[in-house]
């Protein structure tokens, strides 16, 4: 059985983390088959927009203590240092890559696990799952590009606040502080989460990427910065065949090609 099962369909790229009797830790050979995948879809023209998923009713437990153990005696500073370097480009790619991302949260999202969700661009949770920066836990300090990602969804002391108490979030606090955008029902949580990828690789490519590299830059720029950028995006788009295209349509009182899908139910 694979570590990590890769499906691309319309467009759409489902990454699912597959060692359910681990609840997807990220074992060492966890982490390369995510960062050789993610690899993969982000230079795949073909692929317009990432889902990433957990298989077996968890989404990721986070680090592989046991491997981390098996590790110990051989280890130093530098190994250790060397281990967390090693995963910097993956996680670059997945905060940085112009494709949308949407995570779909079942069950734990623990430690590493919380973190990598978080990378994504939307995260969308079922009625069981649980968020939690269990770090504190183990007498380590968030990593996987939590200390970046986290504050920037739910400002400083929040986030001091759950790293320093490794506290679980279930779905509905976690959709109250941002983290979670929605909450579906578990048998709908991936379908709902392939729809809005599928629904965002109809969109303008360059639109997507321009927005997604704006707001990612937005809390480390200044005001002119921000403005000269967006006055050459918004040329660039204007150019585009998929602008071109919905002004057509617009004009013509035809339905956009581009829509974003109504919300399910509340679970």
């Known amino acids: 059985m694979s570590e990590l099962d890769l499906q691309v ?20 050979s966890m982490k390369a088959a995510l960062a050789d995948a993610v690899a993969q879809v982000a230079s ?4 317009r927009a990432v889902v ?6 968890a ?22 240092r060397e281990r967390m370097r090693a995963l910097h480009p993956l996680i670059r790619t997945l905060l940085t890559m112009d494709k ?28 069981r799952a649980r968020f939690c920066m269990s770090f504190m ?4 300090v968030p990593d996987f590009a939590a200390m970046y990602t986290l504050p920037r969804v739910v400002g400083v002391q929040r986030a001091k606040e759950l790293m320093l108490s490794a506290r679980e979030l279930g779905a509905e606090e976690a959709r109250q502080l941002g983290i979670a955008m929605e909450i579906v ?19 303008s490519p360059m639109a997507v990427s321009f927005v997604k590299a704006g707001v990612g830059m ?3 720029t200044d005001l002119d910065r921000a403005l000269a950028e967006e006055a050459d995006h918004q040329a660039l788009c204007f150019e585009t065949d998929p602008h071109r295209e919905a002004v057509r349509r617009f004009l013509a009182k035809e339905p956009a090609a581009f829509q974003w899908p109504a919300p399910p139910d509340k679970a």
Not at 9 to 28: I, K
Not at 105 to 121: H, K, N, P, R
Not at 137 to 140: C, E, H, N, Q, S
């Open 52 to 57: 990433i998923t957990g298989a077996g009713g």
């Open 9 to 28: 369909r319309d467009g759409v790229a489902t990454l699912t983390l597959n060692q359910p009797a681990s609840r997807n830790a990220l074992s060492l």
């Open 100 to 127: 949308p991302l949407v995570a779909a949260v079942d069950g734990a999202a623990y430690g590493a696990g919380f973190s990598l969700a978080i990378t994504a661009d939307f995260v969308l949770a079922s009625p």
């Open 44 to 47: 795949d023209n073909g692929v």
């Open 59 to 80: 989404f990721c437990a986070g680090g592989d203590l046991r491997g981390m153990e098996e590790h110990r005696p051989m280890a130093t500073v530098q190994s250790w």
């Open 137 to 140: 836990r183990v007498g380590l």
């Open 185 to 203: 029902p578990g048998e709908a949580l991936l379908a709902r989460a392939q729809q809005l990828a599928a629904s965002l690789a109809a969109a």
């Open 218 to 220: 937005s809390l480390a």
